[in-house]
């Protein structure tokens, strides 16, 4: 039997998960939270074989929250559960160690199968998201493969792409905000993308997170 948790904010969403697996009796839940507060309080009392974790809570957010309950328990295999389907999200939250990636409104067969292999110890990606992945992946590489860039550019993609503001950049790398900016601004103009999140997404293309 494989035992389950379940951690979302959303009453409907875990009542949905609740009915799925209210009649397999491969499976039994052991709780559910709606908080990071009330899921460490849980796990302090019963450890399940596998986390269903909202990326999205009142006090956390899933993507900090898996690094802490992986070293509090390592052999947790963590599922995210979420309504973003920007491979952005995916690639952090395997980085982090989830197992999984599951979109909110999954039918029952794609969860079942996303429990039965995480707790066999392989990672399951939603299908929807792996197609994504494919094309987000061929268009990207199509679209940037022959802009090359610097390796001080490389490096400072990285680090906006893990969420540094210039001025942290600057003082990472030891160079002057102004520095950073015109790099920045280099950047945007080599790659023609305007915001951070396409910044975001060339740096995922480019394998860097």
């Not at 509090?72 to 160690?97: F, Q, W």
């Not at 079942?112 to 707790?119: G, Y």
């Not at 860039?149 to 490096?155: D, I, P, S």
């Amino acid at each position: 039997m494989i035992t389950i948790g379940i951690v979302d904010d959303h009453s409907l969403i875990i009542n949905g998960l609740l009915k799925m697996l209210q009649d397999e009796p491969a499976y039994q839940v052991l709780f559910t939270a709606q908080d990071g507060a009330d899921l460490l309080q849980k796990l302090n009392e019963e450890t399940p074989d596998v986390l269903l974790l909202d990326i999205e809570l009142p006090d956390t957010n899933g993507i900090d929250l898996c690094t802490e309950l992986l070293t509090l328990y390592p052999k947790l295999a963590i599922i995210a559960l979420t309504n973003h389907d920007d491979v952005v999200y995916v690639r952090k939250m395997m980085r982090n160690g989830a197992m999984g990636y599951l979109l909110k409104g999954t039918e029952k067969e794609s969860l079942l199968q996303a429990i039965e292999t995480v707790a066999a110890g392989a990672q399951y990606i939603d299908k929807q998201i792996e197609q994504q992945i494919l094309q987000q992946s061929i268009h990207g590489r199509k679209a940037t493969a022959y802009v090359k860039l610097t390796n001080r550019e490389l490096e400072i993609l990285a680090l906006i792409a893990n969420e540094y503001s210039n001025q942290e950049i600057a003082d990472k790398l030891f160079l002057s905000v102004r520095t950073v900016e015109s790099h920045r601004h280099s950047l945007n103009q080599k790659l023609n993308i305007k915001t951070t999140a396409g910044l975001v997404k060339e740096a995922y293309l480019r394998g860097l997170i």
